[in-house]
């Protein structure tokens, strides 16, 4: 039921895929933004996720357009693909927790084409994330509507309802991201992972936080997730890994 695919850039997507990897870019300035771009272009990542929201607020939006275009040039160049951020304080982000200065963010994002697809947490105010939703879709963006818990992992129960709901809105993928704090956690991940497969109706990328859930940022090719986060410099949450560890174990890790 789940077997839907979609592109980020030219990166094809979907839980029957291959596993694709994103670094994140966490500069907090333009300068650092384009050396750790530089980095990625010239990686074997699939995705770069600009987490728009590293970057100093006070740079201007001029500033951000000329780097995110040629950001975006650049990756599709190489048939890579850009996920723009935007996370607020409040989501466990750097963004200030002001709604309508969020909205703003990503209007401008969509509406001057600076990204492949956008990455909106759920817990997003309904009304403004009915905006992004709605915006996005008339401008064909896809959305990975992402959802974090920094303090633990809640029960199989709670995720597959938490997963359906998320679903059920117009985006192309879910994303959970949650904090095991036992290794029975890092079973709930996997059963969640295995029935999204087939009972979900939207693709997947699933990871556990800190050193217990690194397990799940290399199993995606046996327990689906879309995408899995890996360094090449900063991290940009507890338990991301190197990029060339991750890789080498997705692929020791499948079928
Ligand atoms: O949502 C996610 C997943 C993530 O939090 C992780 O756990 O790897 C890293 C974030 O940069 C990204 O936006």
């Known amino acids: 039921m789940s ?3 979609f592109k980020i ?5 979907g839980a029957d895929l291959e596993t694709k990897t994103v670094v994140p870019i966490t500069a907090t300035d333009l300068a650092n933004v384009r050396t750790q771009s530089d ?3 010239h990686s074997t990542a699939n995705l770069a996720e600009w987490r728009l929201d590293y970057l100093d607020q006070t740079i201007s939006s001029q500033a951000i357009f000329k780097t995110a275009q040629a950001l975006k040039m650049n990756l599709k160049s190489v048939n890579k693909g850009l996920l723009v951020t935007v996370r607020t304080k409040a989501q466990g982000g750097e963004f200030e927790d002001d709604a309508e200065a969020y909205l703003k963010q990503y209007q401008f994002i969509l509406k001057q084409e600076l990204a492949d697809a956008i990455d909106v947490e759920f817990t997003t105010a309904p009304d403004i994330r009915h905006q992004l939703l709605k915006a996005s879709g008339l401008l064909a963006v896809p959305v990975v509507l992402s959802y974090h818990d920094f303090e633990k992992t809640p029960d199989l129960t709670a995720l597959k309802r938490l997963a359906m ?3 059920e809105l117009n985006v192309a993928a879910v994303k959970l ?3 095991p704090t ?3 956690d890092i079973l709930t991940l996997f059963q969640l992972a295995d029935w999204a497969k087939t009972e979900l109706t939207k693709p997947l990328a699933i990871m556990g936080m800190g050193n217990l859930g690194r397990i799940t940022r290399a199993s995606g090719n046996l327990f689906p997730s879309i995408f899995t986060f890996a360094t090449l410099d900063d991290a940009s949450a ?5 990029l060339s560890t991750v890789e080498t174990q997705l692929q020791l890790f499948k079928k």
């Open 182 to 184: 036992k290794p029975q």
């Open 9 to 13: 850039g030219s990166v094809q997507l």
């Open 165 to 167: 709901e998320m679903a």
């Open 3 to 5: 077997n839907s695919t």
């Open 39 to 41: 980095a990625i272009l």
């Open 177 to 179: 991201a949650l904090m």
């Open 238 to 242: 507890p338990g991301q890994m190197p």
